[in-house]
């Protein structure tokens, strides 16, 4: 029985690959008729037997490997039939003939129903199947698609497929287009769904609300008929063209909504585009990996953030603040823009969630980080951009103050708090929470808003109008070496106890300082003696860059604060 449905089997190969049907089978012999009943003293007629066939030849299993390329990176040997439209290739670990025959003939019938529905050519294209998946499901990389039996079978692999034959690269876009040509669009449920503003970001159908691996139950599903919705919406209007030409579905969304009669307004962030293009790869030991071309994001199983609107958010945020560290390097510190680009585009970077209570957020010398908080990931990553500094034990805080100078742009990016609202909210907090008890808060508010407004136009990266964190920090920090014996004031912790090394006190010992102070610091040093001077001097103490020793500048740096701001603190 075996033998006869592999017989089958190949002869329905040979037919699907010589051309001569989309999925069915001519007859290979031409029947004879059925005799016809005679008298029995007439003998019946002998007839000439139609001439039988010459058989075509069964297209031949070869043996080939797939080589390791950025979209797979993965080697195995393969067996393969190839034919004019297309080449099924079975890893050689899990080949059995009558298995590569029936994918043959599906992917065969698959392709038919393709070029039907679209009325558009298609290029030869190989599909792979192959044992397991990293990425969880079918991918496509340019024509060439990776898939198991099972998706084969399931017809889960369709969508891949599609993006393989027509040369649509985003997910969300395949989805749809396979929806179209193999099964029916169901729009039921997205009205009531984009009603609740808690579920707007699905709309962007960035890969971690679409793969099975990051998002589960009615988030895939409505991400998925979302897709489907607004593939078909743009088909109908402007066909695959138009289609290929979109880069977000912000570009859409207003349309669509009218058309679905959504009320709510769908808004996306910026960096979507970048979202977009992220990879979901599972992990043994993680919930899910996001690959972000040279940067990969290990999502912990406990960590901080997990769900899809919550990775699509860091991922947007994080590209939004990294242009803004870049946009201040190049601003702050021009020789090493290049450098520090190059880092960021090119090496190879891991960045792991983790729990709010498993430990800190961390950077290596090896590219890891290890993250707590969304706010800490752009100054762990100024430490990797500068990772080439060689700083000794002494001069930590300048590391850190290198760090918390050029990421307080991208937090002030990410959270744009209105400044005069704020200042406002700060003073009467403060007022309410300690003006009964210490009347000195009313001298500690006005040198604070004295400093703040003084400090801010030295930010050109921060729009007007918004709340400068990097100010901020630093007119804390300010305040603090001013009046040390406000007992208001925030304790900080000192970049010694952070980092693990000795210190003595901040006027002796920069490790002393607060990440605040290291920070206030810094930046008078860079406003006294050059920005070229001090942020070309990384391989030497910081009193061999500024030719003092550091309590001298440290002295010079407390005195210049006091003669400043005498009017306040009196």
Known sequence: ?????????????????????????????????APTETAAATPAPTETPAPTPEPTEAPEITSGEHKRESGYYAFFKTRELVSDRFTAAMEDGIFKAEDIFRIASAIGTDIDRIVET????????????????????PISVEDRVFCTMADVESGDYRAALIGACLGVTHPWKQYGLSVMAFGSLDESGLKSYYGWKTNMLTASLAPVFLSPLSSKGRTLEMARNTAASITAFVMERGGLAKLRAIESTKEVL?????????????ELPEKDIEAAKMGIEADLNALFIVTLGNIKVTVAENAYISSP???????CQFY?????????ILIDDPAHYDRANTKF???????????????????SSTNHIVLCVTSSVWHEMTHILYKHVTFKQNSAWVDEAIAQHFSMSANDAVSPYDEESTLEEHRQWMLATYGSSFPEVLTFLDLFEAVYRDLRPADRVTPEGKISERTWRKT?????????????LSAYVSVAE????????????????????????????????????????????IADVCGKPYEELYREFVGYLKNRYAEYLH
């Open 320 to 328: 939004l603040g990294m242009e803004k560290v870049l946009e201040t």
């Open 118 to 137: 679209f009325q558009e050519p298609v290029g030869h294209v190989t599909v792979y199947v192959v044992k397991t998946l990293r990425s969880g499901g």
């Open 254 to 266: 207003p349309e669509w909504q009218e058309h679905l009669g959504i009320s709510s307004v769908i």
């Open 345 to 363: 585009t090119e090496e190879k970077i891991d960045i792991k969630l983790i729990a709010v209570t498993a430990g800190k957020s961390t950077a």
């Open 1 to 33: 029985m075996k033998r006869l449905r592999l017989t089958a089997l190949v002869l329905l190969i040979v037919f699907l690959f010589s051309g001569n049907g989309c999925g069915i089978i001519p007859a290979l012999i031409k029947p004879t008729a």
């Open 498 to 541: 952070v980092r693990g090394v000795s210190a003595g006190h901040k006027s002796k010992d920069g490790n002393g300082l607060s990440y605040e102070e290291a920070l206030a610091f810094f930046d008078y040093l860079i406003d006294t003696y050059g920005a070229e001077t001090v942020m070309n001097g990384y391989d030497r103490p």
């Open 476 to 488: 804390n920090a300010i305040a603090s070496l001013l009046l040390p014996d406000a007992p208001f």
């Open 309 to 315: 609107a919550e990775i699509y958010e860091f991922v």
